[in-house]
């Protein structure tokens, strides 16, 4: 499991610390305020709960606890917004439909390892 390096998704193994500062990364209960983008600090960090303290939007200092969440891969593609800081090895642009600005086909060209 370790040697696997899928496209679009964190590398397989995740070390929280205490006090640190973590993005969250898909929606989980917006009504509570776990949406995608919302930033916590992680106060407690087990197997299988993080216990964190919201630090922005209008949930700031509520404390939540995030369960152990089960990642898999649906799809081999991912959007330009998706691809920003990420290195792939392989990377194909579908240009029927038109790109939003010339900084986005810059990110999607980039993102590649190799010139080759």
């Given amino acids: 499991m370790n040697s696997l390096d899928p496209s679009g998704l964190s590398l397989f193994r ?3 610390k205490v006090r640190y500062p973590v993005i969250l990364l898909r929606n989980i209960t917006p009504k509570d305020g776990l949406r995608n983008g919302t930033r916590l600090m ?3 960090s087990s197997l299988r709960l993080i216990e964190s303290n919201i630090l922005t ?3 700031a200092g509520n404390l939540v606890f995030i369960p152990r969440i089960s990642l898999t891969l649906t799809s081999d593609a991912m959007t330009i917004n998706k691809s920003q800081d990420q290195s792939v090895k392989f990377v194909g642009i579908d240009l ?3 790109i939003f ?6 990110v999607a060209l980039s993102r590649y390892t190799s010139p080759k």
């Fill in 14 to 16: 995740l070390r929280l």
């Fill in 42 to 44: 992680v106060v407690r």
């Fill in 57 to 59: 939007g209008c949930k």
């Fill in 96 to 98: 029927t439909t038109s």
């Fill in 101 to 106: 600005s010339h900084g986005q086909l810059y």
